[in-house]
């Protein structure tokens, strides 16, 4: 008999929404530089204006971006320049 004892985790949604919204932008950044072109010009001309013609969309790239909010790409986006300092 197991007599192992299991904690009950807690998880924070915040934290997974964080970590999604990373795991998009490096994707798209990745799938961007391999198309050749610059990819932070591309995510922030997406940003700015909301045209998804501005993500390519090799291997679902642009579907994958629309799936996260402008302002939480943003606030993320922020967040983590603040951290880094």
Request: hydrophobic share 35%; charged share 30%; aromatic share 8%.
């Amino acid at each position: 008999m197991n007599n192992k004892i299991t904690n009950t985790r807690v998880y924070n949604s915040e934290e997974f929404k964080q970590a999604n919204i990373k795991l998009v932008l490096r994707t798209v950044h990745d799938v961007l530089k391999e198309r050749g072109y610059d990819p932070v010009i591309q995510i922030v001309g997406y940003i700015i204006t909301n045209d998804p013609a501005y993500i390519s969309s090799y291997k679902g790239a642009r579907t994958l971006i629309q799936t996260v909010e402008r302002d939480e790409i943003l606030k993320e986006l922020v967040r983590s320049y603040l951290k880094q300092e």
